[in-house]
């Protein structure tokens, strides 16, 4: 496939977090109209910044890696010579990058990328418009792509970038049962529930299972070490609600890290109450439970598996009852254990290799402007450290890259402000939040 040079395809991908870092290099590799591509990984420099346990858990490698601010990105865009670039954030990274790129005006900009990391089941308007203005929004299912274009039309705004694909990590060895092996997996989220009673209780039910079924192995999977941070928030870390549960843990049941499909790899029941691990579980073709115990609500995201026959509770998983998928519902999420699933790239990288082609790509023209958002886009566009233009603030232009000594104690300073973060995100604000409830 001929792209703008005779060489490897020049992909920059920009990621906020491990799990979105790990969504942006894969899609990279999937959607580049070539067999040889060269990775370049920018880390956006803030809370959720991966750490190298994160990046190695992932195993997701680049052929060059850096942590930047946004104007750093920028300049490197600028500098680079990208022929493809990926955008892997939140909402509103996203649209202050396309804003951010657009006031480059560079004589041959590179093709922008951006899309989703999981389920889809809060802020779609929202998220969805501070996407617009990329080449290519790419949707997991024909059920996302269906919901993002009548979005985007719903406004007036051009819905063409909107790409059916999947998502890039589904895949590993279809389900097979092993003599003697009879193993569940809990895949926590660090944001959902988000509240002490409600995480306790999860855990307490799945130690309880645990206890009912000694001859079960149970796993209590974690995205995050106690510190760390991932895509969002987690103030109240399940390990240390561990440590604080009555009676102890029972010996068959253990708290386990590592790379997801892995773990998969020996799972012979995956519960969750809304985890995209749900979804490479299903495809799979592992048995998966949709926890309904504390509510089907949108606030947990479970709502989003309404249809799907995943929904259960504990009282009947105790029993020994086991879900079964609805097939017209996994058809729609493109969740599937066929050749389908290779195939469902095939449009979204013959789209980029149509852009590739192009002689004067047309300028990026998000559906935000000063002019449609007057009162939100220039907000958002600060607190990103631009100019209602896009161009960066005084004193935000992108510097010459520190190196030696200098590096060292930078980073070392940049560490030590991480960790009083998080001190304040797990320890000060959950009191503070208790001290208001009185």
Request: proline share 7%.
């Amino acid at each position: 496939m001929p792209t703008r040079n005779s060489e490897a395809v020049r992909v920059a991908v920009l990621a906020d977090s491990d799990t979105r870092w790990k969504w942006g290099a894969l899609t990279a590799r999937r959607i580049a109209p070539s067999t040889s591509v060269e990775l370049n990984g920018f880390l956006l420099r803030g809370r959720a910044t991966p750490t190298p346990r994160q990046l190695a858990e992932v195993g997701v490698r680049a052929d060059a890696m850096r942590e930047v601010t946004g104007s750093e990105f920028l300049g490197a865009v600028e500098e680079g010579s990208y022929d493809i670039v990926v955008l892997a954030l939140v909402g509103g990274g996203v649209q202050a990058v396309l804003h951010g790129l657009a006031a480059l005006r560079l004589p041959r900009r590179p093709v922008v990328v951006t899309g989703y990391v999981g389920v889809v089941y809060e802020k779609l308007a929202d998220g969805l418009l501070l996407r617009h203005g990329a080449d290519v929004v790419l949707a997991n299912s024909r059920h996302d792509a269906e919901r993002f274009r009548a979005v985007y039309e719903g406004v007036g705004a051009d819905a063409s970038a909107v790409t059916e694909a999947a998502l890039p990590f589904l895949g590993g060895d279809p389900y097979r049962p092993e003599e003697g092996r009879d193993t569940v997996v809990f895949a926590a989220q660090p944001s959902v529930p988000d509240s002490r009673a409600d995480r306790t209780y999860l855990l307490r039910r799945l130690v309880e299972h645990a206890r009912l079924h000694p001859g079960r192995e149970v796993l209590l999977k974690l995205r995050s070490k106690p510190g760390e941070h991932t895509t969002h928030l987690e103030e109240l870390p399940y390990q240390k609600l561990a440590e604080r549960l009555p009676g102890g843990l029972p010996p068959n049941f253990r708290l386990v890290y590592g790379n997801m499909g892995e773990v998969l790899d020996r799972t012979d029941l995956l519960v969750t109450v809304s985890s995209t691990a749900a979804l490479e579980s299903l495809h799979r073709r592992i048995p998966t439970a949709i926890l309904s115990d504390l509510g089907v609500r949108e606030v947990l995201g479970n709502h989003h598996f309404l249809g799907s026959g995943l929904l259960t509770s504990f009282d009947q998983l105790d029993g020994g009852h086991r879900p079964v998928p609805d097939a017209a519902w996994l058809a729609r999420q493109g969740v599937a254990a066929d050749g389908s699933y290779e195939s469902a790239f095939d449009s979204a990288r013959a789209r980029v290799a149509e852009l590739l082609l192009v002689p004067e790509p047309a300028p990026i023209a998000p559906y935000y402007t000063p002019s449609t958002a007057p009162g939100y886009l220039p907000k958002l566009l600060a607190r990103h450290h631009l100019a209602p233009d896009g161009t960066p603030l005084a004193g935000t232009a992108p510097k010459a890259e520190v190196t030696g000594l200098r590096r060292v104690v930078r980073d070392a300073v940049r560490e030590v402000a991480r960790g009083a973060y998080r001190h304040g995100v797990q320890r000060v604000a959950p009191v503070i939040r208790r001290m208001g409830e009185l």
